[in-house]
């Protein structure tokens, strides 16, 4: 099989990847795709392959893309950044959007979203927004970008002020063996082709970064932006994240909106996330109150805003709109979302000189039916 | 097999119930268990057979306690009493503390925990504080009670104004079968015996008893009491319970307090409650706010002071204390407690005339870990 050859896995691995069936199509074959023969992606992890890796039969021969490693959460500033990190670390913002890898198979860009999906709508924007003359100069790199903006089909978001989509890189990596660019290099290969990238907020000694970025998150926070990314400047030891207390409210009041739909761990996880936010930056009575109101807030207010559009007679969804160049694109992308088993109707297209912009729901049955099974007086 | 045949069942059932090791020992034998030969529990829910029944081979023969079976929740008051119940329906306080039935075997009364463990502790309150002469007249029956008070080895409260404990019966079954005394008849019988009953808080018809509970648990919820059993007067349909805003966030507050130890499910089923009540019960701004707040700080609270606890150098536990008549029951409830895998430790033992005080933590070693690890830099 071309997936083990390109890997090097052992005769025994390559069994126990066919029999897990691990691998998946990654796209649906199409001329916007000409480039790619054929693509498999690994549903989860495989050893040290991650979950989202892609290997690509294309024109040019078999590539293989890595998935974006997990990057784990410290719970606490101090001493998680001291005792993790060397001399130094880089603080990079970390930015709310959703995680996309571009690399240039065959002639042409494509974008692979987290889960290794090389997704239609988001492939046609970054070959408009990025050019080639980095991937002519570095063929084997990949862009990690954060795809930021209003016009995203997994995470629309009004901050940033970007109406559209655009991607910012956060990392530089070997696309084959998922080898990162340390933080300058990868800034000033960004600054020379001209590519956006996420803020770096500063380098801090390891022994007092915790300081530093206790008060960077309070700002950011104000700012409803999502929380920073702790990196080593050698990108020789894996980064760290941490996030807002606005972020993690935010993360809760969209999981409630569709709570029957989302899973528990990812609400508790957030919530845990806050306790040790609170106990860490050490608050005063009236911002320990401001903290459990929002954090109430963002479970409640959801949760009752759902419930009424289901006693108003309507589905809970969420809204997406997305503007395309090329209407076959577009229709690709409804097949790539049904292919994805993503439950959504499409409510408007609508049709002008500079191509088509697609407005659809996506529909969380399994809430919109709990709901209407209780306000029906079903017990529980 | 005893248990087989005491229940009637099948060849085939008799065999599945062994294959799957649902059997386990409902007691320690001891000589305050006098009466009891061999008790085996039902550890989790068999066909009919509800979770912790339990069958006892007794100097007497052979007795089915049937578990007491789990009562269904309403989530909208409207319009789930209405369609589930036929004309009136009883409206019963629900208190907060732990469910134990009370039955006779041979010569002396013996208290059943939920799970269907006989245990000492409670046995020896219920010896004193219930007397004999129900069991003199109705032998086969079973008071099922919730137990309530400061002294508990399970749910401590404060509330009540009950400093050790008592029972209060809310139902009472034929132990073998489970089948249910009428209400009124449950009444008559605990005051002709001098027994503690939960109070009757109405008789309502079912079309606007909705109404009428709204307006009972907003004044139950303000004295920090539970909440309600709504009940077919007749018990041939079963019953509905539903909760205070602040009982949901009392549990809450101790879920999250041993936020490891806790099912994810136990803290996201009195969140999504929350929800539904401020939904139906068409709350001012204010009131919302204060929801709210309240589910926050329900939240947030107990979490930092746990963390706190383990930042100060010491283990998260539960403080218990309970009196015994009996030092040799005190000395067989801490066998019974290491059976049941409570992880605890005895912090004083205080000896007077009346028996003996005793002291304990429960530790909650998950909890106490996961808090530790993080607070000593370790990334999720």
């Not at 860490?280 to 009424?308: D, N, T, Y």
């Amino acid at each position: 099989m071309f997936v083990s050859k390109a890997l090097g896995l052992s005769r025994h691995a390559s069994k126990t990847l066919e029999e897990k069936s691990i691998l998946r199509d990654a796209f649906i074959p199409h001329p916007f795709f000409s480039d790619v023969i054929e693509a498999l992606r690994f549903d989860r992890k495989f050893g040290e392959i991650e979950e989202g890796t892609v290997v690509a039969k294309t024109v040019n021969g078999v590539r293989v893309i890595r998935g974006f490693p997990k990057i784990r959460r410290a719970l606490t500033l101090y001493p998680s950044i001291k005792n993790h990190f060397e001399r130094e670390v880089a603080v990079e913002e970390k930015m709310n959007g959703y995680n996309v890898r571009i690399a240039r198979l065959g002639k042409s860009l494509y974008a692979f979203t987290r889960r290794g999906y090389i997704c239609p709508y988001t492939t046609e924007k970054a070959r408009n927004l990025i050019g080639m003359d980095f991937f002519k100069d570095f063929p084997d790199l990949m862009l990690c970008c954060e795809a930021v903006g209003e016009e995203s089909p997994f995470v629309p978001k009004r901050i940033y002020e970007i109406d559209g989509l655009d991607f910012f890189v956060f990392d530089i990596r070997e696309a084959r063996t998922n080898k990162p660019l340390p933080v300058k290099r990868k800034i000033e290969l960004c600054e020379e082709y001209d590519l956006k990238h996420v803020h770096l907020l500063g380098i801090y000694s390891s022994k007092n970064a915790h300081e530093e970025i206790s008060s960077i998150i309070r700002k950011l926070g104000k700012e409803r932006r999502e929380g920073v990314v702790i990196k080593d400047p050698e990108m020789k030891i894996e980064p760290l994240k941490y996030t807002t207390s606005e972020t993690n409210a935010g993360d809760l009041s969209y999981a409630f909106r569709y709570f029957n739909d989302y899973g528990k761990d990812f609400m508790f996880s957030r919530i845990v996330r806050e306790g040790f936010q609170s106990f860490e930056f050490a608050e005063s009575e009236e911002e320990f109150r401001e903290r459990c109101l929002r954090l109430g807030m963002s479970i409640l207010k959801p949760m009752v805003e759902s419930i009424r559009v289901v006693s108003d007679g309507e589905w809970v969804s969420e809204k997406i709109r997305l503007r395309f160049q090329s209407i076959e694109v577009m229709e690709l992308f409804l097949k790539h979302l049904r292919k994805m088993g993503v439950d959504f109707r499409v409510k408007e297209i609508k049709k002008d000189s500079g191509g088509a912009v697609l407005h659809f729901e996506r529909i969380m049955r399994s809430t919109t039916d709990k709901i209407r099974t209780h306000l029906e007086g079903q017990p529980w």
